[in-house]
Nanobody
Framework: QVQLVESGGGLVQAGGSLRLSCVTSVSSFGFNLMGWYRQAPGNQRELVATISRGGLTNYADSVKGRFSISRDDAKNTVYLQMNTLKPEDTAVYYC?????????WGQGTQVTVSS
């Protein structure tokens, strides 16, 4: 059974940093594309960043230069390093992975940035 489990969310002041982790129940190498999405109250879920198996990355304009996505397939883990956090980054962050053409989602982790 394919599962994604996020951790690392919390409450942080504006300008601070957090690192999110997403551990997969199967080899993360099997995920061609992995990414982080977020959803704030009243908003649709939006893309934050993606990373391919080969390490190619893509970022939403709103987080470029502040967030960094990486993956360690030896640890079956994808990370999202978030720096210079802003109140508008407050949301539930979800890990996503495409495994043999099927999209899987984690349960989400709350990130709250206070001003």
């Amino acid at each position: 059974q394919v599962q994604l489990v996020e951790s690392g969310g919390g409450l942080v002041q504006a300008g601070g940093s957090l690192r999110l982790s997403c551990v997969t129940s199967v080899s993360s190498f099997g995920f061609n594309l992995m990414g982080w999405y977020r959803q704030a109250p009243g908003n649709q879920r939006e893309l934050v960043a993606t990373i391919s198996r080969g390490g190619l990355t893509n970022y939403a304009d709103s987080v470029k230069g502040r967030f960094s996505i990486s993956r360690d397939d030896a640890k079956n883990t994808v990370y999202l390093q978030m720096n210079t956090l802003k109140p508008e980054d407050t949301a539930v962050y979800y890990c996503n992975g495409r495994y043999f053409r099927v999209d899987y989602w984690g349960q989400g982790t709350q990130v709250t940035v206070s001003s």
